[in-house]
C-alpha cells in the first residue's frame, strides 16, 4: 500500500462494508485516507467517519474545513452520532460546523444534544423517531409515520404521545398491522413503557437495557415528554467500556490501552500502578528489615517470603473480583455486608486451612524446621483469611462511599496484601522460634 | 418475608415486571415462589422463569410435572427461550415435555434449535420472523405479514426470500410504508443483508453485530435458506459473559463464581488458582534455597524481595492484560508478532529504568551497601523487561495454539514472573557482591 494506491483496489475497498473501511482506513497514512475517501459516497463516508479510530478521525478532520465537514459528513449522519462527532472538535470549529449545516431542524438537534453530558441518556440518544399521538387512528398513523420515517434508517418502536407530547406507551408494529385501520391509538396502544431521563447515567441506561432486554429505550425530559431515543447498539458500547475498565484496574492499567498505541502512551498507562507496587515493595522492605536480625539467626525465614506474599495477594485479588463483579452486574443479592464477611471468612479459612494443610506435608516431607513448618502454615492460614476478608469489604466500602470499587482491585488490594502477610509471617516467626 | 405472604403484598408484587419479579423469587423459598407463582398470569410467569437465576429455576421445575411445564411455560415462550430453558431438563423430562406441547409446530421448532450446540448461531437463534417473498406486491406483503405477526412480539426486520427460501435481502419498514401497495418487493428491497450460518461460534456472531452495529441477525443453514434470527439482547449476555470470564481468569477464578452463591461454591471456583499459586510459591522457595547461604552473609538481601517479586508480577500482568484485551476486542492492528515484541521491549525498558531510578534514589538515601542498591536497581530492569516480553508473548503464542489466551493473565503470569524475578536478583546478587 506504501507505493502509492491503484484504482482498482479503490473499486474494491469502497464496495466494503464502512466498518471494513474503517479498519482499513485505520491503519493508512492521511493522504492515503484522503484519496481513498474521495472514491466513496456521501452516506458512506459519514458512516465510515464514526467507525475510525478517535486519532485517526481528529486527524483527518483537522486537514479538511469546516464546511466540509458539514456538507459530507454531518448532514448525512443520525443526530447522536453527528453530536458525537462534533463534541470531539474544537469550539470554534465546532460553531463553524453548525453554521454550515442547511437543515435547521438537524442542526437544533445537534445543539440540543450536545449540551447533555457524554456518559448520560441524552449523549447517548438520538432524536430521530417515529412517534403518534393517542388520538389519531390507525390510517392517520400510517400516513404521520410515512412522512416522519423519511428521516429515519430503522423503526424499533412507535411512541404515543398525548396533546402535551408526554409518553404514554407504545404501539406494537403487530398492533399497527393487525388493527382495522379506523381503530384508534387508544383503544390499541400499550400502556407499559420503560423511560429514562436525560440526565441518567449512561451506565444506568446499560443496567436497565440489559435486565429488560430491551432494543430501544425512550428518553423523556423532567415533564415526561418524549426527546429522544437510546439503541442498543451504542449501549453494548458502554457495555464493553465498563467491563473493559473494570479489567483494566484489575490489571494495573490506568487508562484504555490499545496494543497498537505508541510505545509513549503504553508506558504512560502502566507507570502509576508500577510506582505505587515499587511504594508498596519499598513498605515491604521496612518490614523485612525489621526482622533482619531474626533473619540472620533463621535465613531459612526468607525462603517463604514470596509464597506468603503471593497467596495473601492471590486470596484478596480473587474476592475483591467476585464482589466487583457482582457490583457491577447487580447479582449481589440482598445479604447484609456482616453476613458477606462471614459467608467469605468460612471461604478463606476453609482454603486457607487446605493450601496450608498441602504445604505443612510438603515441608514435613522436605523441611527439617517445626519451627518453620509451623509458621509457614499458620501465617498462610491467617493471611489467607486476612486477605479474602479485605478482598470483601474494601470494594463494599469504596462503592458506599460512591468510589469506583474497581480501584480496590489487582495491584492495590494485592500490594496491601503482600505488607499483611509478611507481617503475619515475621510476627508467627518471631513467636513460634521462641518455643522450638 | 418469612412469616408468609399476605395477598395484597402477592398482587403488588405481580405488578412488576417480569425481570423485577424474578429477582424477588430468587430470594425466596420454594414453597413461597410456588405460592407467588400462582397469582400471575401464563404469559407473565414464561417471562418471568426465563429471568430467574438458573438453580432457583431448575428447582421450581423439578417441583412441578413435564404437562404443567408444557402449558404454562414453553408454550407461551419464544422458540430460542423455550429451547434454552428445555436444554437445562434431564433427556427424559425433555421428551415428556415435548409430547405435551399442543402446537406441533413450535414442538418441531424447539426440536430443531435443541440440535444446535448451545454456544452457536442456532443456539443463539429464535424461529420467529417475518419473511417476504421477492415477488410479491407491498399488499401481499401487508396481508401475509398479519398472519406471520400474530406469533411475534417484536419485528425487528422483513427478511426478503427467493422460491427456494433462500435468504437474498431485507425490506425496510420505512419502504413498506412510503411504497405504493401495488410495487413489487424486487423493486424496493435491500440486496445488502449480512447472516451468519447456524454453527458459527456465538463469540463470532457478537463480534459481527458489535462491530456492524446490528440490532437483529439473520441465521442461514448450509444452502444460505433462512432458517433464524439473533436479536442483540441475547447477544448482550455473550459479550457480557465473556468479558466477565477474561476478568474472572485474571483475578484466579476458574468458573462463574457469584457472591451470593454458597460458601462451597465459592470456594472451589479459587482453590485450583491458589493450589497453582503455592507450587509457584514452593518453586520460588526452591530458588532462595539454593542462594540461603548468601542471605546468612549478606541477610539484607531479603529485604528486596517482595519487591522484585511483586513488580515482576504486576508489570507482567499489565502487558498479558493489553493483548488479551486487544485478542477480544479484535484490535491489535496488523504489526508482526516481532514488531510487537519489540515495542513491549521499548515500553518494559522504559518503565523499567524509571522505576529503578527511583528505588536506586531510594537507597542512596537509606541504604549504605553500594552492592545491594545496584543488585535491586539492575535486577529491577531485567525483571520488568523480562517480565514484560513474557506477558506480550504467551497468550500471543497460546492464541496461535487456539488456547484462550486469558489463562495466560492473572495468577499465572504473575506466579511465572515471581520466580524469574527471583532467579535474577540472586543471580545479580551473587555477581556484584564479588564485586563490591
Same mark, same amino acid.
Given at each position: 500500500?506504501?507505493?502509492?494506491?491503484?484504482?482498482?483496489?479503490?473499486?474494491?475497498?469502497?464496495?466494503?462494508?464502512?466498518?471494513?473501511?474503517?479498519?482499513?482506513?485505520?491503519?493508512?497514512?492521511?493522504?492515503?485516507?484522503?484519496?481513498?475517501?474521495?472514491?466513496?459516497?456521501?452516506?458512506?463516508?459519514?458512516?465510515?467517519?464514526?467507525?475510525?479510530?478517535?486519532?485517526?478521525?481528529?486527524?483527518?478532520?483537522?486537514?479538511?474545513?469546516?464546511?466540509?465537514?458539514?456538507?459530507? /459528513?454531518?448532514?448525512?449522519? #443520525?443526530?447522536?452520532?453527528?453530536?458525537?462527532?462534533?463534541?470531539?472538535?474544537?469550539?470554534?470549529?465546532?460553531?463553524?460546523?453548525?453554521?454550515?449545516?442547511?437543515?435547521?431542524?438537524?442542526?437544533?438537534?445537534?445543539?440540543?444534544?450536545? *449540551?447533555?453530558?457524554?456518559?448520560?441518556?441524552?449523549?447517548?440518544?438520538?432524536?430521530?423517531?417515529?412517534?403518534?399521538?393517542?388520538?389519531?387512528? !390507525?390510517?392517520?398513523?400510517?400516513?404521520?409515520?410515512?412522512?416522519?420515517?423519511?428521516?429515519? #434508517?430503522?423503526?424499533?418502536?412507535?411512541?404515543?404521545?398525548?396533546?402535551?407530547?408526554?409518553?404514554?406507551?407504545?404501539?406494537?408494529?403487530?398492533?399497527?398491522?393487525?388493527?382495522?385501520?379506523?381503530?384508534?391509538?387508544?383503544?390499541?396502544?400499550?400502556?407499559?413503557?420503560?423511560?429514562?431521563?436525560?440526565?441518567?447515567?449512561?451506565?444506568?441506561?446499560?443496567?436497565?437495557?440489559?435486565?429488560?432486554?430491551?432494543?430501544?429505550?425512550?428518553?423523556? #425530559?423532567?415533564?415526561?415528554?418524549?426527546?429522544?431515543?437510546?439503541?442498543?447498539?451504542?449501549?453494548?458500547?458502554?457495555?464493553?467500556?465498563?467491563?473493559?475498565?473494570?479489567?483494566?484496574?484489575?490489571?494495573?492499567?490506568?487508562?484504555?490501552?490499545?496494543?497498537?498505541?505508541?510505545?509513549?502512551?503504553?508506558?504512560?498507562?502502566?507507570?502509576?500502578?508500577?510506582?505505587?507496587?515499587? !511504594?508498596?515493595?519499598?513498605?515491604?522492605?521496612?518490614?523485612?528489615?525489621?526482622?533482619?536480625?531474626?533473619?540472620?539467626?533463621?535465613?531459612? !525465614?526468607?525462603? @517463604?517470603?514470596?509464597?506468603?506474599?503471593?497467596?495473601?495477594?492471590?486470596?484478596?485479588?480473587?474476592?475483591?473480583?467476585?464482589?466487583?463483579?457482582?457490583?457491577?452486574?447487580?447479582? !449481589?443479592? /440482598?445479604?447484609?455486608? $456482616?453476613?458477606?464477611?462471614?459467608?467469605? $471468612?468460612?471461604?478463606?479459612?476453609?482454603?486457607?486451612?487446605?493450601?496450608?494443610?498441602?504445604? /505443612?506435608?510438603?515441608?514435613?516431607? $522436605?523441611?527439617?524446621?517445626?519451627?518453620?513448618?509451623?509458621?509457614?502454615?499458620? *501465617?498462610?492460614?491467617?493471611?489467607?483469611?486476612?486477605?479474602?476478608?479485605?478482598?470483601?469489604?474494601?470494594?463494599?466500602?469504596?462503592?458506599?462511599?460512591?468510589?469506583?470499587?474497581?480501584?480496590?482491585?489487582?495491584? @492495590?488490594?494485592?500490594?496491601?496484601?503482600?505488607?499483611?502477610?509478611? /507481617?503475619?509471617? @515475621?510476627?508467627?516467626?518471631?513467636?513460634?522460634?521462641?518455643?522450638?
Amino acid at each position: 500500500l506504501d507505493t502509492g494506491i491503484e484504482t482498482p483496489i479503490l473499486q474494491e475497498v469502497s464496495e466494503l462494508h464502512p466498518a471494513d473501511i474503517a479498519e482499513i482506513l485505520d491503519e493508512l497514512t492521511t493522504e492515503h485516507a484522503s484519496l481513498l475517501y474521495k472514491y466513496i459516497g456521501k452516506e458512506k463516508s459519514a458512516d465510515i467517519l464514526i467507525e475510525l479510530d478517535e486519532d485517526v478521525r481528529e486527524r483527518y478532520l483537522d486537514s479538511i474545513g469546516a464546511k466540509e465537514i458539514a456538507e459530507t /459528513f454531518i448532514e448525512n449522519m #443520525d443526530s447522536d452520532d453527528a453530536a458525537d462527532i462534533m463534541a470531539e472538535l474544537s469550539d470554534k470549529v465546532k460553531e463553524e460546523v453548525i453554521s454550515h449545516i442547511q437543515d435547521e431542524e438537524q442542526a437544533s438537534d445537534i445543539v440540543d444534544l450536545l *449540551s447533555y453530558p457524554e456518559d448520560s441518556a441524552g449523549g447517548l440518544m438520538a432524536k430521530e423517531l417515529i412517534q403518534v399521538n393517542v388520538n389519531w387512528s !390507525m390510517l392517520k398513523c400510517v400516513k404521520e409515520m410515512r412522512k416522519q420515517a423519511e428521516d429515519i #434508517d430503522n423503526v424499533y418502536s412507535i411512541y404515543v404521545v398525548d396533546n402535551q407530547q408526554k409518553l404514554i406507551g407504545t404501539l406494537s408494529l403487530k398492533k399497527l398491522l393487525l388493527a382495522p385501520s379506523t381503530a384508534k391509538v387508544e383503544d390499541v396502544y400499550f400502556k407499559d413503557v420503560l423511560a429514562v431521563k436525560a440526565y441518567e447515567k449512561s451506565e444506568e441506561v446499560a443496567n436497565i437495557m440489559e435486565k429488560y432486554d430491551l432494543v430501544v429505550l425512550p428518553v423523556v #425530559d423532567e415533564l415526561y415528554r418524549l426527546i429522544g431515543r437510546i439503541t442498543i447498539d451504542d449501549v453494548v458500547d458502554v457495555i464493553r467500556e465498563e467491563a473493559d475498565k473494570d479489567y483494566q484496574m484489575a490489571s494495573g492499567l490506568t487508562q484504555t490501552a490499545e496494543s497498537s498505541d505508541h510505545v509513549w502512551a503504553l508506558s504512560k498507562a502502566r507507570i502509576p500502578w508500577l510506582v505505587i507496587g515499587l !511504594m508498596g515493595g519499598v513498605l515491604g522492605s521496612l518490614v523485612i528489615e525489621n526482622y533482619e536480625g531474626q533473619i540472620q539467626i533463621h535465613p531459612e !525465614m526468607a525462603i @517463604f517470603i514470596p509464597l506468603i506474599a503471593a497467596m495473601g495477594g492471590n486470596a484478596g485479588v480473587q474476592s475483591s473480583a467476585i464482589v466487583v463483579q457482582g457490583l457491577a452486574n447487580k447479582t !449481589m443479592g /440482598f445479604d447484609s455486608i $456482616f453476613s458477606r464477611l462471614f459467608k467469605e $471468612f468460612s471461604v478463606g479459612l476453609l482454603n486457607g486451612v487446605l493450601v496450608s494443610a498441602l504445604i /505443612f506435608g510438603y515441608n514435613l516431607l $522436605f523441611s527439617d524446621s517445626w519451627a518453620l513448618s509451623l509458621t509457614v502454615s499458620i *501465617s498462610l492460614i491467617t493471611a489467607v483469611v486476612f486477605a479474602t476478608l479485605l478482598g470483601t469489604a474494601v470494594p463494599l466500602v469504596l462503592d458506599k462511599y460512591k468510589v469506583d470499587p474497581a480501584l480496590a482491585t489487582g495491584p @492495590f488490594i494485592t500490594t496491601l496484601n503482600d505488607i499483611i502477610g509478611l /507481617f503475619i509471617y @515475621f510476627g508467627v516467626g518471631r513467636l513460634l522460634y521462641n518455643y522450638f
